[in-house]
């Protein structure tokens, strides 16, 4: 097999960068052997590591059409490699790092960087042949069959796949074209007075500092609301988990994302304009911001609470999913739940005496409260049983009655 290439250097390594056909991929790229290790310990443990990722590789390769993958990094060793460098001379400008790699077909050649795509790339060709001469970008380094060797390629093998920084949620949701829910997100925060000037946080955590009295949420808990928001709607629609899935995976047609991507706004347009809280907070300034408590260091306003607000929305989509009732009336209704965290009924819940959001909170219980406030008839009496019991249990009495906590609505 002749393959172009270029000749480079780094380090102690040679390497030569090139492209292959998937079918030779197939044909010559063993998986992780105990080639690279002195017994077959380590080699079981890294073909054992190969999950359900190759799957989503398969049908990323199948279904994506703008598919692309970075280089693999492949390990050579045994056979006769040959290399016929050519020269390349342009004007003032000559080089001999271009050339033909020969492969004997003797070679041992197994992936130090990309094990998962090698599989992935095995299983799409089973299913679809048509992909076989598709290339992929290849990075070849020699492998020395010794104790020495094998020490350089797991070092290197430990480089690659241990200290590549794995790209932050939030940069993922700044950057994803395929996930509907992604996508969303970026527009709703282009054009949502809610998530404007600065009122979404981009970090690479669901958490906002106390100190921030402007900042409504993050990026990161934006996009996990408006992934609730969506299994709602498409479940509403008769989607099943693996057609949702692929909705995340692979963007559909431009219609279909317009029309989420609507929809889920209408959600956010409609809770700001029916939740006063919420139309104060969007026709505030930010010097305004600070007077309306919404965040303090002793508490504020649940809703601009990460682990509160996700609930608030899972609460709210069982409503609409349990009862006959619009969206902007179900938002209504909702407006029954007390908002203040650092009051009970969420004091000792959501909030602690020691004014700092429970880390230990139960999250179902939370959901079923807020239904509690809105209409009980909405939840099993097994429901209602244990949150009477986890409220009663987190404030220190023996039992209390569905009054008792009504007692706190707004």
């Known amino acids: 097999?002749?393959?172009?290439?270029?000749?480079?250097?780094?380090?102690?390594?040679?390497?030569?960068?090139?492209?292959?056909r998937f079918e030779d991929i197939v044909k010559h790229v063993d998986p992780i052997t105990e080639e690279i290790s002195n017994n077959k310990t380590f080699s079981n443990m890294l073909q054992r590591?190969?999950?359900?990722?190759?799957d989503e590789i398969k049908e990323y390769l199948i279904h994506q059409p703008e598919r692309f993958f970075n280089a693999l990094v492949l390990a050579v060793y045994d056979g006769k490699p040959e290399w016929y460098e050519l020269e390349v001379e342009i004007e003032d400008f000559r080089t001999y790092a271009v050339g033909v790699?020969?492969?004997?077909?003797?070679?041992?050649?197994?992936?130090?960087?990309?094990?998962?795509?090698?599989?992935?790339?095995?299983?799409?060709?089973?299913?679809?042949?048509?992909?076989?001469?598709?290339?992929?970008?290849?990075?070849?380094?020699?492998h020395e069959n010794t104790l020495e060797g094998k020490q350089r390629t797991r070092r290197l093998f430990s480089t690659l796949n241990r200290r590549a920084r794995k790209v932050n949620d939030n940069e993922l949701i700044a950057l994803d074209e395929d996930d509907v829910v992604a996508v969303a997100t970026r527009d709703i925060i282009e054009h949502n007075p809610l998530f404007a000037d600065d009122r979404i946080v981009n970090v690479g955590n669901k958490n906002i500092p106390s100190s921030n009295h402007w900042a409504f949420t993050s990026i990161i808990?934006?996009?996990?609301?408006?992934?609730?928001?969506?299994?709602?709607?498409?479940?509403?629609k008769g989607l099943k988990a693996k057609e949702k899935k692929q909705m995340l995976l692979y963007r559909p047609d431009g219609q279909t994302t317009s029309k989420y991507v609507k929809e889920i706004n209408e959600f956010w347009q409609v809770?700001?304009?029916?939740?006063?809280?919420?139309?104060e907070y969007v026709m505030s300034s930010k010097e305004r911001a600070q007077s309306l408590g919404n965040r303090t260091e002793k508490g504020g306003n649940l809703l601009f609470r990460p682990i509160a607000l996700t609930q608030y929305i899972?609460?709210?989509?069982?409503?609409?999913?349990?009862?006959?009732?619009?969206?902007?009336?179900?938002?209504?209704?909702?407006?029954?739940?007390?908002?203040?965290?650092?009051?009970?009924?969420?004091?000792?819940?959501?909030?602690?005496?020691?004014?700092k959001i429970n880390g230990r909170v139960r999250k179902k219980e939370v959901m079923n409260m807020m239904l509690l406030f809105v209409d009980s008839a909405v939840l099993k009496d097994k429901d209602i049983e244990s949150v009477l019991t986890y409220w009663a249990t987190s404030n220190g009495k023996a039992c209390i009655t569905i009054e008792e906590i009504m007692a706190y609505s707004r």
């Not at 590591?49 to 190759?54: G, L, Y």
């Not at 809770?271 to 139309?279: A, G, W």
Request: with cysteine; hydrophobic share 40%.
């Open 101 to 142: 790699l020969e492969l004997s077909g003797d070679e041992v050649i197994f992936p130090v960087d990309g094990q998962h795509r090698v599989e992935g790339i095995r299983k799409a060709l089973q299913e679809n042949p048509e992909l076989q001469n598709e290339k992929v970008p290849v990075i070849m380094i020699g």
């Open 49 to 54: 590591a190969i999950t359900d990722n190759v």
């Open 221 to 236: 808990e934006l996009y996990e609301c408006n992934k609730i928001l969506f299994d709602y709607l498409t479940t509403k």
């Open 271 to 279: 809770m700001q304009e029916e939740i006063p809280s919420l139309s």
């Open 1 to 20: 097999m002749k393959i172009a290439a270029i000749k480079g250097k780094i380090g102690i390594w040679n390497y030569y960068v090139t492209a292959m």
């Open 314 to 355: 899972n609460a709210l989509c069982f409503y609409l999913k349990n009862t006959d009732s619009d969206l902007r009336t179900a938002v209504k209704c909702f407006n029954k739940i007390p908002l203040n965290i650092h009051e009970k009924p969420w004091l000792n819940i959501l909030w602690t005496q020691d004014n």
